[in-house]
């Protein structure tokens, strides 16, 4: 594109085939490794000099926040409304608890979402899910209902410990088994009546920078 330098250029074609082939913006350490910039700031001022040229737009508030100028951008805000464990339950609010106060929006890509609404975002802390592609630090977009099928993977409120945590669920006789998917980590059991579900998951994001 005229104008642009081999870099900014090489940036802008990196943020186009990105969203192309995922859906949603790359983040600036994506676009850091992607073009091989040596640090965060060069990357930034790549992107303020993209933008100011209305090659890109950007939102700063929002997590992959970079849009292409001219480009219509259907999406769904999804906010990310705190943290569970993938690992050993603990503590947090109960769902009814939940605050309007995120710690971030999502803008997701309204194609990849097979689900647009009753949906919100949390961040993994633990390694218990680890075979099914989910580290620790990455989000899980979830669909907030109380009713999955033996199998799907959700939040699941202990109301007795008064702790949530992210597992496999599968239904027994007499109770409720919470299934981890690392095998180094033993099965959760539990009497339904302890067991709430409060979201099956629809969606995981690989995250490359921390929230803190």
Aim: hydrophobic share 40%; with cysteine.
């Amino acid at each position: 594109m005229a104008g642009l330098s081999p870099k900014r250029q090489q940036v802008l074609e990196f943020i186009q085939q990105f969203i192309d082939e995922k859906g949603y913006a790359p983040t600036m350490r994506d676009i850091m490794r992607g073009c091989h910039i040596n640090s965060m700031a060069s990357v930034q001022n790549h992107l303020e000099v993209l933008e100011k040229e209305g090659h890109i737009n950007r939102t700063p508030e929002v997590f992959r926040g970079i849009s292409l100028a001219g480009r219509e951008r259907r999406t769904v805000r999804v906010p990310v409304l705190g943290y569970i464990a993938a690992g050993e339950p603990i503590p947090v609010p109960q769902s009814d608890t939940w605050s309007h106060d995120f710690l971030e929006a999502l803008e997701l890509s309204y194609d990849l979402m097979d689900v647009k609404n009753n949906t919100y975002a949390l961040v993994v802390k633990g390694t218990s899910m680890i075979d099914a592609l989910i580290a620790d630090g990455d989000i899980v977009v979830m669909y907030a209902t109380r009713t999955i099928q033996d199998g799907e993977m959700a939040a699941i409120w202990l109301k007795r410990e008064q702790e949530v945590t992210l597992k496999k669920v599968y239904r027994e006789p007499g109770r409720v088994r919470l299934q981890p998917a690392n095998p180094l980590m033993e099965p959760i059991y539990h009497h339904p009546e302890n067991v709430e579900i409060q979201g099956r998951v629809i969606g995981v994001i690989r995250r490359l920078t921390s929230l803190t």
